[in-house]
């Protein structure tokens, strides 16, 4: 008797949500292009909803996606390290130095901001779910059992195209 080892593979486990409030810092602005009103919504209390504003649809365009994410995380976390160390720098000197720093890494996470809107439709200024619409289960076979799947699939093509 074979044993056969199953696999399943997903885009991802489960559902992520991906929820990046805007900076609450005075001097702290992500710029975008996309209207602000879903912050205008929230804070006059009006029930909002979630639209698709993109689909990923390779293993690879996911990976592509976490990975810009984790950037711009990463660049806005360092904006908000930057900021609070310019309010406890002891020198004048030191907040300047602070403050150009800070002004380079806002530029530069402003320019990935933007990028991102424009290749997913994500800006830190919303928040977002992630729902994984499809997945790949795939089993653990011999060679000679994966030729016969193949061929019984390519069977199966033939009879639905005729």
């Not at 399943?8 to 001097?27: E, G, H, K, R």
């Not at 592509?64 to 609070?84: G, H, K, M, T």
């Not at 030191?94 to 290749?119: C, I, Y």
Request: proline share 0%; no cysteine; net charge negative.
């Amino acid at each position: 008797m074979k044993k056969l080892i199953l696999g399943i593979v997903f885009t991802a486990a489960l559902t992520i949500v991906i929820s990046l409030a805007t900076a609450q810092l005075n001097n702290l602005q992500i710029q975008d292009n996309a209207a602000s009103s879903g912050d205008t919504a929230a804070a006059q209390g009006q029930r909002q909803q979630f639209i698709m504003v993109s689909t990923l649809n390779t293993r690879e365009a996911n990976r592509e996606f976490d990975q810009n994410v984790r950037l711009v995380q990463l660049q806005r976390q360092r904006a908000v390290e930057l900021n609070n160390a310019i309010q406890t720098a002891q020198t004048d000197a030191a907040k300047d130095g602070l403050q150009k720093e800070l002004d380079q890494v806002m530029a530069k996470l402003n320019e990935n901001n933007q990028k991102m809107l424009q290749a997913y439709g994500f800006t830190l200024t919303r928040s977002y779910t992630r729902v994984i619409e499809t997945s790949s289960i795939f089993m653990q076979v011999s060679e000679e059992e994966a030729k016969e799947f193949e061929e019984t699939q390519r069977q199966q093509n033939e009879e639905s195209n005729n």
